[in-house]
């Protein structure tokens, strides 16, 4: 796996410590995205994407968000040894920083695939896949040594259940990791509260409003949380562009933050992005209510985007961002005012911008990004990169709003 350029855990690593901060285990799907559709093509009909992108998805988006933000990630999941499951290997390995020394490749097995198109700031989704040829608990055997998992609950292969074997959370719980969990949609509506009783081992939980009304029986997010917080040492629940909200038992925090106003365009990868700042801010002990603004910017970023990995923000697109907020704050009104005011403690984290920090990569299977793409203006470097080392172009400036997943430096 390739060094961290900057590490916002320095402070907090010792000779003894773990080897990884998070790890992960899931399935890794290529997503390829449709942008800029006037709308959905009816039966029998054609229409052109002004703009398309590939990346790898699923829990690939949560994977790349962590190492984005310096945490040193590791993530067990099956490839296909096709052309798609080669494609992202490398990204994740290569270019995204990722340790995959817990995943295999499989011969014969077919990379998942989904295919989604944005519409007027929605999107619909095409998937095939086949389930993975080995459970998760068996291929990974033992975890490497993390400082956090994350795992999404499910009745299918439930946390601390009596009389079953540990599966991989378990034993990495064992060995000292905290466990993040988050939950998904219901598709059948039932809603079983037994899914929480697997918060018993869990450090923390993330669930969206939605579902934690769902699985709570409550009728407001907020009555959601205090639910969830009887039963997890942090609980926090997100609420789109109302915000976040949380309590932290073991310091005693309970916070609100309100998300900062932007422009949504892809949602996809929101949560996982969200999921990174929170997991980020409680590895490195930061107050309760900096953790969920922090958080919440990061989503915010990302949504202005489209697609899930391609959209997860690096310490450069942070430091970029606050140092605009903060040039703004005199003269943008009583809300870039309280937006400086709230932030201001990323101050003491990107004063300038990290040496080393990243921002995000456009990713495509082709040699060059042309999602966004513009004619070249002369004088001007152009808005996106290559992919991975491997493709043949030009160097680009360092520093750019879409520059690779390597080293930026600036002055």
Not at 37 to 62: F, K, Y
Not at 134 to 150: D, F, H, L, Q, Y
Request: charged residues 20%; hydrophobic residues 45%; aromatic residues 8%.
């Amino acid at each position: 796996m390739s060094a961290q350029a900057y590490d916002p855990l320095a402070g907090e690593r010792t000779p003894e410590g773990p080897q990884f901060d998070v790890f992960l285990a899931g399935t890794v799907f290529l997503d390829i995205i449709f942008t800029g559709l006037p709308a959905m093509p009816a039966a029998g009909t054609e229409i052109w994407a002004e703009g398309m992108g590939s990346c790898p998805g699923g829990i690939a988006n949560l994977a790349i968000a962590t190492s984005r933000l310096g945490l040193r990630t590791s993530l067990a999941a099956a490839f296909g040894d096709d052309d798609y499951g080669d494609f992202c290997w490398r990204t994740l390995e290569q270019q995204e920083a990722v340790d995959l020394s817990r995943s295999r490749r499989f011969e014969h097995w077919h990379s998942p695939v989904t295919v989604s198109m944005a519409v007027d700031r929605d999107r619909s989704m095409v998937t095939h896949g086949h389930p993975a040829p080995m459970p998760a608990s068996e291929m990974i055997g033992k975890p490497p040594r993390s400082r956090a998992v994350i795992v999404s609950l499910s009745a299918e292969e439930p946390l601390g259940e009596p009389g079953s074997a540990c599966n991989w959370a378990e034993l990495a719980h064992r060995e000292g990791s905290l466990i993040f969990a988050d939950v998904g949609w219901d598709p059948s509506g039932v809603w079983s509260r037994s899914v929480l009783d697997q918060l018993e081992v869990c450090h923390a939980f993330m669930p969206n409003a939605t579902e934690a009304m769902a699985y709570t029986g409550t009728e407001t997010p907020r009555d959601a949380l205090y639910a969830i917080a009887d039963k997890v040492p942090l609980a926090v629940v997100t609420d789109g562009a109302n915000g976040a909200m949380a309590i932290d038992s073991t310091t005693g925090e309970e916070a609100f933050v309100p998300a900062p106003r932007v422009t949504a365009l892809d949602p996809t990868g929101a949560g996982d992005v969200f999921g990174a700042g929170i997991v980020l801010g409680t590895l490195c002990h930061w107050p309760l209510t900096d953790r969920l603004a922090f958080a919440g910017v990061c989503a915010a970023l990302a949504v202005q985007q489209f697609g899930g990995s391609l959209a997860a923000p690096g310490w450069g697109d942070i430091a970029d961002w606050w140092h605009e907020v903060r040039a703004a704050a005199d003269h943008s009104g009583a809300y870039g005012t309280a937006l400086a005011r709230r932030y201001a403690f990323l101050d003491r984290l990107v004063p300038s911008v990290p040496v080393g920090a990243v921002r995000r990569a456009a990713a495509t299977i082709a040699r060059y990004a042309d999602v966004g793409m513009a004619p070249p203006v002369p004088g001007k470097r152009p808005d996106r990169t290559v992919t991975h080392p491997a493709a043949e172009a030009p160097a680009l400036e360092d520093g750019g709003p879409d520059a690779p997943r390597a080293p930026v430096q600036k002055e």
